[in-house]
């Protein structure tokens, strides 16, 4: 059964750096989301991607943060340099209708 | 603005009870899409129903039910005879009309079950 992945599925970083999370997607989906929670908190929308452009972002999704399918199967989300608070799981989700959802990458910053 | 409630935080039964799982909704649609999805201990999100506003039928899948009521904006979901693999914490999300809109999730509920 196709399945959303992420890679990592742990990242620790430094307060200040860059990293990218990646996400590929399931072959025939054609809307793309990036979600977080912070540990023991709900599931929060960062952003919608829809044909290579942003269709929806929240407040959350400042300049620090960007996405992009740079190759048309991989899905990105990229934090330019990174604060304590972006410490949490991040999940990438396509769909067609229903969102399927990826394992998660479990960001910290330290 | 869209909303979704579960009040309930933590739950905590006996392995064989029946147990229900609330949500409240609030949107300004009149076309939406409710869902639930569960989060197991491995951290994973895993859908397990979405609803259409316009079908009010309930559903029953296996030991899970879902009651929608549109009049009291809920949609309520029931695990008959919990099994300690029930165990997670369950999400109920809703979605605006538009095929890439977002999901605005509730709080969530951690469910353990007991043997």
């Known amino acids: 059964e196709p399945e959303v992945t992420q890679t990592p599925s742990h990242q620790v970083t430094q307060m200040g750096q860059e990293v990218i999370l990646r996400c590929v997607p399931i072959s025939n989906h054609l809307y793309f989301y990036w979600y977080r929670q912070i540990l023991g908190q709900k599931v929060e929308f960062l952003v919608s991607f829809y044909n290579n452009e942003i269709s929806e972002k929240s407040e959350i999704f400042d300049d620090q943060f960007s996405v992009e399918r740079p190759d048309g199967s991989n899905f990105t989300l990229k934090i330019r340099s990174t604060k304590l608070e972006d410490s949490a799981m991040y999940f990438c989700a396509s769909s067609m209708f229903e969102q399927f959802f990826g394992p998660g990458t479990r960001l910290t910053v330290l | ?115």
């Open chain 2, 1 to 115: 603005a869209q909303k979704v409630t579960q009040a309930q935080t933590e739950i905590s039964v006996v392995e064989k009870e029946d147990v229900t799982l609330d949500c409240v909704y609030e949107t300004r649609d009149t076309t939406y899409y409710l869902f639930w999805y569960k989060q197991p201990p491995s951290g994973e999100l895993v859908f397990l129903i979405r609803r259409n506003s316009f079908d009010e039928q309930n559903e029953i899948s296996g030991r899970y039910s879902w009651n929608f009521q549109k009049s009291t904006s809920s949609f309520n979901f029931t695990i008959t005879a919990s099994q300690v693999v029930d165990s997670a914490v369950y999400f109920c999300a809703l979605r605006e009309p538009g095929a890439n809109s977002k999901l605005t999730f509730g709080k969530g509920i951690t469910l353990s079950v007991r043997p």
